[in-house]
């Protein structure tokens, strides 16, 4: 299993420690590669460029993203994924959307948003760790946590 720590109550924030294994998220790597290759079947391609934000004035996010479309079952590894994900967050799997994946390469970047308040919960899986200092960093910049700045 995996290990919960609440980071933030109030919007509820959980980290869960251990979540995917390594073999999960190779595949799960695996399948993007598949993706890049041939963009169909399961695989829906979006490159989304810099393009001017109103909130921030400048470039909102630069990054490759695929949208996994999940109408039945996909791959075993995806679903086992998908059905523990709905398991942590508390929701049925109906209310589940598409799952989408973003690449941020080099210089890539995804600025201050929110997600659509539509959607009941937000799952986020890392799929690899990167080097202190090379990014890959989420921020929430609302949350206060205890030892934080007031």
Request: glycine residues 10%.
């Amino acid at each position: 299993g995996w290990k919960e720590e609440i980071v933030s109550v109030d919007p509820l924030i959980v980290v869960l420690h251990g979540f995917a294994t390594p073999s999960e998220c190779r595949r799960v790597e695996e399948i993007i590669g598949q993706c890049h290759d041939r963009p169909a079947g399961m695989c829906r391609k979006q490159h989304i460029a810099p393009h001017d934000d109103a909130l921030t004035n400048g470039p909102s996010r630069n990054s490759t993203a695929f949208v996994l479309e999940h109408r039945g079952e996909m791959e075993p590894v995806v679903d086992e994924l998908l059905r523990r994900v709905h398991l942590a967050a508390r929701q049925p799997i109906t209310f589940g959307e598409a799952v989408q994946v973003a690449e941020y390469g080099p210089g890539g970047f995804h600025q201050f948003h929110h997600d659509d308040l539509r959607r009941r919960a937000t799952f986020l899986l890392y799929l690899r760790d990167v080097e202190e200092g090379d990014g890959g960093e989420t921020i929430f910049p609302l949350v206060r946590r205890a030892g934080g700045p007031e």
